[in-house]
């Protein structure tokens, strides 16, 4: 008689169990309803490869056998998996509302194999336990890459990702990555990536690799022009004032895209006229 396979650990999770909030009054608006979930919620740890076999997860980005990912991180499934009971209690739907594709390219790895480069700006809708008419707008920036055709569902899932750890305020103190490095690639390359997969692998994971610095200071540019709502127009006026070699910042070097950010900081939001994305 064949042994019996033993059931995959459940994920952990820290969200608290106070039986004093469940006899706090609900909420009644998306603001509050935000606000109770983060205070209900503890941090998410971030697993192991070996952590995340026993739970039932995919040991890295590319599936149970899957080697290329050896550091720990924080998938999009233990995110949801915490939030979903809290949001449902308090009365918490999210939907997405909009999105606009900032860039779409293929690239040419180490391989000599064209991958799909996705980068996204997702459009969410918050709505709260007051109805329709209680919401408030959101949006997020995610970043795809894919030897297949997935850069997109990839990007989809990691705006999605970036949505959720910034509005709940997840957190693991006992891991605070501003104060390390990322970790080395395998693939030795003259500019940090995403490690590489197997030709044909189908999966949504690419979403948790680390990005790399690059990536990140292109995020971080986008977010600081959106908030003062400044046009791709002056945008590519500031890649020029820093010597980037063109106007669009997705063609630029870091350093670059770093004074960029710098200047934009600089910028008086009032002063910046707000002008149509489409010129016709």
């Not at 790399?212 to 600081?224: I, K, V």
Request: charge should be negative; hydrophobic fraction near 35%; proline fraction near 8%.
């Amino acid at each position: 008689m064949a042994a019996s396979r033993k059931p995959a650990e459940p994920i952990e999770t820290t969200a608290t169990e106070d039986p004093i909030a469940y006899h706090l009054s609900p909420p009644t608006n998306v603001v509050a309803a935000i606000a109770r979930v983060i205070g209900e919620m503890g941090p998410i740890a971030k697993l192991t490869p070996a952590e995340r076999q026993r739970a039932g997860l995919k040991a890295g980005g590319g599936g149970a056998g899957d080697q290329s990912v050896s550091y720990a991180f924080r998938g999009i499934e233990e995110i949801t998996a915490t939030l979903q009971r809290l949001v449902a209690r308090n009365g918490i739907v999210i939907t997405p509302s909009g999105c606009e594709i900032l860039s779409a390219r293929e690239v040419i790895r180490g391989n000599n194999k064209p991958w799909q480069h996705v980068v996204v700006e997702y459009h969410w809708t918050i709505y709260g336990p007051g109805g329709a008419q209680d919401c408030i707008p959101a949006s997020s920036i995610g970043e795809g890459l894919d030897n297949g055709d997935k850069g997109h569902n990839k990007a989809r899932t990691m705006a999605f990702k970036n949505l959720l750890l910034t509005t709940f305020m997840v957190a693991d103190p006992a891991d605070d990555t501003d104060g390390h490095d990322a970790p080395e690639r395998s693939e030795p390359t003259r500019r940090a990536a995403p490690v590489e997969r197997q030709a044909g692998q189908d999966d949504d994971e690419g979403d948790d690799e680390r990005p790399d610095p690059r990536a990140e200071a292109l995020t971080q540019l986008f977010a600081e022009a959106k908030t003062r709502n400044l046009p791709k127009s002056t945008l590519g006026d500031v890649m020029e004032t820093v010597g980037a070699p063109s106007r669009n910042p997705l063609e630029a070097a870091i350093g670059h895209i770093k004074r960029a950010i710098e200047m934009v900081r600089m910028m008086d939001p009032d002063a910046v006229v707000n002008e149509s994305a489409d010129p016709s």
